[in-house]
Nanobody, 115 residues
Framework: QVQLVESGGGLVQAGDSLRLSCAAS????????MGWFRQAPGKEREFVAH????????RVADPVKGRFAISRDNAKNTLYLQMNNLKPEDTAVYYC????????WGQGTQVTVSS
C-alpha cells in the first residue's frame, strides 16, 4: 500500500503562485509514476502533469503548460506541483496519484483563484 497526502492549497488571487506537495509513505519503493489531476466543480477530473520516477521525464497538460511544473524529491518521497500565474480557471481540487504495485490517490487539496 502507498499513502499520499497533499498539502499547499489555498485561496489566492489571479497571477499569484502556489506550490502543492504530495508526501508518499508506505511501499514507496514500488512507485514508478506519479502525477497530478484536478477536478473543478461540475467537471470531470482532468490530467495536469506527471513524472516518471526513474528518469524524471515529465509531461504537462496544454492548459497549464508554461505555468505549471512538476518535480519530485526522491529522498523525501515527495511530489511537487509549482503553479505560477494562476488563473480563475485553475480553481479545482488537486489530487496526487501514484502508480506502483497498485494505483493510489490522495484526498485532494483545494485551490481557489479569485479574479
Amino acid at each position: 500500500q502507498v499513502q499520499l497526502v497533499e498539502s499547499g492549497g489555498g485561496l489566492v488571487q489571479a497571477g499569484d503562485s502556489l506550490r502543492l506537495s504530495c508526501a508518499a509513505s508506505g511501499r514507496t519503493f514500488s512507485i514508478y509514476f506519479m502525477g497530478w489531476f484536478r477536478q473543478a466543480p461540475g467537471k470531470e477530473r482532468e490530467f495536469v502533469a506527471h513524472i516518471t520516477t526513474g528518469d524524471g521525464a515529465t509531461r504537462v497538460a496544454d492548459p497549464v503548460k508554461g505555468r505549471f511544473a512538476i518535480s519530485r524529491d526522491n529522498a523525501k518521497n515527495t511530489l511537487y506541483l509549482q503553479m505560477n500565474n494562476l488563473k480563475p480557471e485553475d480553481t479545482a481540487v488537486y489530487y496526487c496519484t501514484a502508480s506502483g504495485d497498485g494505483d493510489y490517490w490522495g484526498q485532494g487539496t483545494q485551490v481557489t483563484v479569485s479574479s
